[in-house]
């Protein structure tokens, strides 16, 4: 049987199950954040602004399962933008029915409406049933990132 998932962009309506889904992505990486950066990081995402970060649900049978948060950015290796997806989550009790391949097709469908033709992302090590999915859809850069904080 397959999965009809129904990709669009984020409305306004979505606040509680993109709160929802965002949490249970952020636990996934023992990671809390503020009612602040979630009210800020919302209406970011509702912005409409090239500058700022765009979102995505993922629905099945009308129930919010999934997110991706992306930005088109400049790159000094290239003319064109590049696009970089941030976040990515599907509801653990969904997974393996081509959620998550579906939003990342969806992220670079937009890109490539917008003149984009890279599309990257970066996870943990340890986050091997989501490399699982990415090594079937993407290359494997060979950078490593590192990161400085005050």
């Not at 997110?67 to 790159?75: E, G, K, T």
């Not at 409406?113 to 290359?139: C, H, P």
């Amino acid at each position: 049987m397959t999965t009809t998932v129904h990709i669009r962009p984020l409305r306004k309506s979505d606040h509680a199950d993109w709160a929802r889904l965002w949490t249970d992505y952020l636990e996934f990486y023992d990671t809390k954040l503020s009612e602040e950066v979630y009210r800020v990081s919302f209406e970011r995402l509702l912005a409409d602004d090239p500058h700022e970060y765009s979102g995505l649900i993922a629905e099945v049978e009308g129930e919010s399962v999934g997110l991706a948060h992306f930005l088109f950015h400049r790159s000094m290796w290239t003319i064109e933008n590049t696009c970089y997806l941030m976040d990515l989550f599907v509801d653990p009790a969904i997974r393996g029915k081509g959620i998550g391949r579906s939003l990342i097709e969806a992220v670079h469908k937009a890109a490539r409406a917008a003149g984009i033709t890279e599309t990257y992302w970066q996870t943990q090590e340890f986050n091997y049933k989501g490399r699982m999915l990415y090594d079937q859809v993407a290359s494997r850069t060979p950078f490593i990132i590192y990161s400085k904080e005050d």
